[in-house]
């Protein structure tokens, strides 16, 4: 059974930086690629960047510029580097896993099949 579990959101003033972590278990994760999502109260969960097993990355076009996402391999690990933080990046946010070795990038929720129980950030103005 895969296992995602988030670490390293919280409170920052806007302009600040957090780096979210997603440690994964359950299987080989180097061959899967992996994503951050976002859902801020009242909306919809979306995309944020997502990364596969051969380090390609994406991004949202609102996060373009200011958001890194990076993996680890020998630590099962994801990042999301986040700086230069605006109000409007407050959310839970939520790292996801393909159930599929091999796969490309892949932006839309119904397309993961695991999930972690997210973290919060909150950015302050």
């Known amino acids: 059974q895969v296992q995602l579990v988030e670490s390293g959101g919280g409170l920052v003033q806007a302009g600040g930086s957090l780096r979210l972590s997603c440690a994964a278990s359950?299987?080989?994760?180097?061959?899967?690629?992996m994503g951050w999502f976002r859902q801020a109260p009242g909306k919809e969960r979306e995309f944020v960047s997502a990364i596969t097993w051969s380090a390609n990355t994406h991004y949202a076009d609102s996060v373009k510029g200011r958001f890194t996402i990076s993996r680890d391999n020998a630590k099962n690990t994801v990042y999301l580097q986040m700086n230069t933080l605006k109000p409007e990046d407050t959310a839970l946010y939520y790292c996801?896993?393909?159930?599929?070795?091999?796969?490309?990038?892949?932006?839309?929720?119904?397309?993961?099949?695991?999930w972690g129980q997210g973290t919060q950030v909150t950015v302050s103005s």
């Open positions: 359950g299987r080989t994760f180097s061959r899967y690629a």
């Open positions: 996801a896993a393909d159930g599929r070795p091999w796969g490309g990038i892949i932006a839309r929720t119904y397309e993961y099949d695991y």
